[in-house]
């Protein structure tokens, strides 16, 4: 028998590189943050849909999802990125943190991608931050890329309460089947870090750091160190930041009304740019991992920290 608070997959449908996911979940309202149980005290039923734009590899995986309000739904999760934010015109993000009143939640706020074969989670530098919350339950801002465990919880601000208290959408990644350290001996508190570049803004120089040192970067052409200028310059506290196309095109060639006469700037000729720069600052041009693509949003980039302490500016 389901306990409650178990989650069930009922039906699974692929095709299209595309999951939906049908997830039963017993007793998930009643009790929470102020949610009345239904009458008679009988377990309540939420059934939900979800989709995912992804091809299901990885099993077992299950990120749990609970509003402000104390509705909870459950994600399988497949392979990444799986975008978590909220919908725009051009946009639907994978988990969709809506009701957003406030519009506190970064139209992509986050990224979960399966990195060395598990899941990890990109800030890509949101207004408002992503909290981590450990099974442990130390609570600390996201900066860059970190690996999650069973039983991480992703805080993201969604609204207040009437006495000003801070209320979260809370995404807890269920992985079961996953390696726990032992109790007896802590595990080393090594970040998570992959490649990334640092841009030295006074010579106007750009460095691809990853665990073989720092490497300068040669060919950049004039629109790639504007590119990559502005890219770093939106970024905070050493974390990725992902820039939508319209914004980029904007960056590089300014406003539609300055544009020539009989002359447009497409996503074609943003595409054209990026893929000069990766030439240059990419160890495998095809397989990218500092200017990454964004499907549907625009290009991230993955800053070192060293830009945000103040290095090279």
Partial sequence: MQQPGEFSAVRQVHGDRRLAAVVERTGATAGLRGLPGPPGGRPALQRVVLAVNATPTTRGVTLRVRSPEGRVTGLQLADGPITVGRTAPDHT???????????????????????DGGWSVTDNASVNGTLLRTLGGRTERLVG???????????????????????????TLLDPHTTQPAPFEPPPAVPVRGPSLRYDWVEARAYRCDSDGETAVSGLRPQGHQLLRYMVGRSSNGAAVACGHEELITALWGSSEEWPPSRSYTRADLAGVVRAVRRSIEADPSAPRLLETVTGIGYRLNVHPADEAGDGR
């Fill in 93 to 115: 993000p994978d988990v969709n943190l809506e009701p957003d009143p406030q519009r506190w939640v970064g139209r992509l706020h986050c990224t979960l991608d399966v990195v």
């Fill in 145 to 171: 890329r970190r690996r999650l465990r069973h039983g991480d919880t992703l805080l993201v601000l969604g609204d207040m309460s009437p006495e000003g208290e801070p209320l979260y959408w809370e995404l």
